[in-house]
């Protein structure tokens, strides 16, 4: 599908993607993201800045045939829209219906629409099992391709996300690769304040898993966490910033939930370099 809000944008294959283009990708993409959200009158765009070089990254650089992706944090389907849209996979048109009566771009992913959502997410602490399963069919059938699955640090309040990370290292599911948008803030507060879960990493090396902690706004880092293989599950603990790079938004848990105000939009332009 044609790309139409910016004709100069390049779409390109993980292999053809530079730094620098990159780059420039994102930062359209960030013009893109919060037009969709101001247009929409949506909130949630806190948490999909914060995850949007991730998913940038793995899209534009890592993500081969063979491979999956599944969405937990549901709520950041605006980033994940976005970068689909990067890749030429959805259309402006397709965009300007983000959160609207009959769209297929609701505020947490459908499925059955389009082959890059594979599962309905919305409800927190899911999308690892459903990763789970895909891991270990792979497993079973010998069958290459790796599983990446994009969680939020809050989310790892569920047990059930405790007890899936128990059942990936049991079955030893080496094509498992979890990525989690460690922004600090959750829907009531930081996530220290709600339940704190520190140190996050020793408790995922505990459990047996490979674990790397990195910037997850440093597109290098990113892409070298990404690219490494472990003969365990790997946990990626990326902190970030909640409303990267629109400096009223940032670590700040209202933008969890606010829509921006024709002013706000407008500078939050200015800011990411528009």
Request: proline letters at 3%; one cysteine or more.
């Amino acid at each position: 599908m044609s790309n139409t809000f910016n004709p100069n944008v390049v779409l390109l294959t993980p292999s053809q993607s530079s730094n620098k283009i990159l780059t420039k990708i994102i930062s359209q993409a960030k013009v893109r993201l919060l037009r969709m959200h101001f247009e929409s009158s949506v909130g949630h765009i806190g948490g999909n800045l914060s995850s949007l070089d991730l998913l940038m990254v793995l899209y534009h650089k890592l993500l081969n045939e063979g491979d999956a992706f599944v969405l937990s944090k549901g709520h950041a389907a605006g980033a994940f829209y976005i970068t689909l849209w990067s890749l030429g996979r959805l259309t402006d048109e397709d965009l300007q219906k983000f959160h609207q009566d009959g769209t297929k771009l609701s505020g947490h992913p459908p499925v059955g629409w389009m082959p890059e959502i594979l599962f309905a997410t919305g409800s927190l602490g899911h999308g690892l099992s459903l990763s789970n399963g895909l891991a270990l069919a792979k497993k079973l059938k010998s069958e290459s391709g790796r599983i990446f699955c994009l969680l939020s640090d809050g989310e790892w309040n569920e047990g059930s996300n405790w007890e899936a990370l128990i059942f990936a290292v049991h079955q030893k599911l080496h094509q498992l690769t979890m990525i989690i948008d460690c922004n600090g803030l959750q829907g009531f507060g930081t996530t220290q304040e709600v339940a704190n879960l520190e140190p996050l990493a020793e408790k995922f090396r505990a459990f047996g898993c490979a674990v790397t902690e990195i910037n997850g706004h440093d597109l290098d880092a990113i892409r070298e966490a990404l690219s490494s293989t472990h003969k365990k599950p790997h946990v990626i603990i990326a902190h970030t910033k909640k409303g990267n790079g629109v400096s009223f938004m940032e670590n700040k848990m209202e933008w969890h939930y606010l829509p921006m105000t024709p002013d706000q939009y407008q500078q939050a332009l200015k800011e990411v370099g528009i």
